[in-house]
């Protein structure tokens, strides 16, 4: 169990991003490069909108070093398993697992702000 101290500092999910990590390390060539890209990408929050410790996206994370590891299995290159955009494979994962996309929860609060000055 973690502890209370680990889960407000955030502790937990540094190791378990650690451990991520290596388990990627162990993949073929290009898989920890695509996997730096899309950590990088997810945690940045230019393309989805996490909440603001990034708790949310652990799932995500946990699922894609899953389906690296499957991949890889199998034989695949990366460009066979995540296409030519492993940023892109990432954000459509995030959103896959209920994570908004950063411009549309933009584009919602925008329309908030004019329905609510056009009284509507």
Do not use: C
Request: net charge negative.
């Amino acid at each position: 169990m973690v502890s209370f101290w680990n889960t407000i500092t955030g502790n937990d999910m540094s190791a378990d991003l650690k451990a991520y990590t290596k388990r990627v390390d162990q993949l073929p060539a290009g898989y920890s490069e695509a996997w730096g890209q899309m950590l990088t990408a997810l945690m940045s929050g230019m393309n989805v909108s996490a909440s603001f410790t990034g708790r949310d996206l652990m799932p995500v994370f946990a699922g894609i070093v899953d389906y690296l590891e499957e991949a890889a299995g199998d034989g695949l290159s990366i460009e066979a398993a995540l296409g030519t955009d492993p940023v892109s494979f990432a954000t459509q994962s995030a959103q896959a697992n209920g994570i908004p996309l950063l411009l549309e929860k933009m584009g919602a609060q925008l329309n908030a702000r004019v329905h609510q000055k056009l009284g509507r």
